[in-house]
């Protein structure tokens, strides 16, 4: 069975990821503009932004932030090289359901503020591959292992 407060996060983390990917904007940077109250807000309505047009929904987290348009994602060149963000988010989403079970938003925007992020987007220093225990564990000593 699935649990919806857990599949709301993983949109939040996923809603994070693509926003970096299309923006190249710091994942800290952005979950720090968008603070807890906005991260709450698409958390409370994941089933129904879930079902909107992912570039508009981007675009019109973009512009609310004062940020430019984005390109759409089907417009980013580099793509191919990298994992799909929604397996990043994937990742992200399974650490903070370790570490932050008892509140997602808040789990959230510490993990997205912690060093860990920028090293696991850095695809080729293979720290994206690693097992869950082992992201964990450096996310709660606050440093690699």
């Not at 690693?130 to 996310?139: D, G, H, I, P, Q």
Request: glycine share 4%.
């Amino acid at each position: 069975m699935r649990n919806k407060e857990y599949d709301n996060m993983f949109y939040l983390c996923w809603l994070v990821e693509r926003m970096h990917r299309t923006t190249a904007l710091p994942h800290a940077e952005l979950v720090t503009r968008m603070g807890k109250q906005k991260l709450q807000h698409y958390f409370n309505y994941a089933e129904v932004f879930h079902c909107e047009n992912p570039d508009q929904t981007i675009g019109e987290l973009a512009e609310d932030l004062g940020l430019p348009t984005p390109p759409l994602y089907s417009e980013l060149s580099d793509e191919k090289d990298k994992p799909r963000f929604s397996k990043i988010a994937k990742s992200a989403a399974r650490i903070i359901r370790e570490v932050h079970h008892d509140n997602y938003v808040e789990g959230t925007f510490k993990f997205f503020t912690s060093f860990l992020p920028p090293l696991i987007a850095d695809y080729p220093n293979n720290l994206y591959w690693s097992s869950k225990e082992y992201l964990v564990a450096c996310y709660q000593e606050g440093k690699l292992l």
